[in-house]
């Protein structure tokens, strides 16, 4: 059974930043892609940051420039570090990653940026 687990949502002020952590447990022989998405209030999920295995990134055009994705191989772990966060980066935030050949999702953790 594989699981991934998010820590290092929060409530922050508009400007400030956040780190978010997802470790990957379990029954693992592989893991390609890892990421992150985010589903604010009314609107469909979207992208926000993905890494390959080789270390490619690729960002969402709105989070270019603030948002930094890395992953830890040896812990399995993808992280999200937020800088100059905005009222609309506010959602739940979804860690993904492509693990033995399958599709799996955390359950999410909050992020809120007040003005």
């Known amino acids: 059974q594989v699981q991934l687990v998010e820590s290092g949502g929060g409530s922050v002020q508009a400007g400030g930043s956040l780190r978010l952590s997802c470790a990957a447990s379990?029954?693992?022989?592989?893991?390609?892609?890892m990421g992150w998405y985010r589903q604010a209030p009314g609107k469909q999920r979207e992208l926000v940051a993905s890494?390959?295995?080789?270390?490619?990134?690729n960002y969402e055009d709105s989070v270019k420039g603030r948002f930094t994705i890395s992953r830890d191989n040896a812990k399995n772990t993808v992280y999200l570090q937020m800088n100059s966060l905005e009222p609309e980066d506010t959602a739940v935030y979804y860690c993904?990653?492509?693990?033995?050949?399958?599709?799996?999702w955390g359950r999410g953790t909050q992020v809120t940026v007040s003005s």
């Open positions: 890494i390959t295995s080789g270390g490619s990134t």
């Open positions: 993904y990653s492509r693990i033995n050949f399958g599709d799996y």
């Open positions: 379990g029954s693992i022989f592989s893991i390609n892609d």
